[in-house]
């Protein structure tokens, strides 16, 4: 069974930064493309940012590019998201998602495409 487990949320400023760490439990973690999505009071969840299985590539929504930055350490079967320059519209929870049947250098951006979930991180930003 794959468990995703996320850390790292909190309450911070606005123009502050954290950093989001997930880890995927299983022997089988470079075989998986990785994304964040997140989803706030009333909506529906939005992709974030993603990973292809090796690292090489990287996706990022529109949002948060230039801000964001999602990196993968395979050794640890880790998943970061660094977030920088914060603001109280990026307030939500956080969600970290794997997609094991993802076709090489793909990075989906549906949230149907992953199959395994962690539980959530909040990040609240304020004014």
Request: proline share 2%; with cysteine; charged share 20%.
């Amino acid at each position: 069974q794959v468990q995703l487990i996320e850390s790292g949320g909190g309450l911070v400023q606005a123009g502050g930064s954290l950093r989001l760490s997930c880890v995927v439990s299983g022997r089988t973690f470079s075989s998986y493309a990785m994304a964040w999505f997140r989803q706030a009071p009333g909506k529906e969840r939005e992709f974030v940012a993603g990973v292809t299985k090796t690292g090489g590539s990287t996706s990022y929504s529109d949002s948060v590019k230039g801000r964001f930055a999602i990196s993968r350490d395979n050794a640890r079967n880790s998943v970061y998201l660094q977030m920088n320059s914060l603001k109280p519209e990026d307030t939500a929870v956080h969600y970290c998602a794997a997609d094991p049947d993802s076709t090489i250098g793909i990075i989906y951006r549906r949230h149907q495409n992953y199959d395994y979930w962690g539980q959530g991180t909040a990040v609240t930003v304020s004014s």
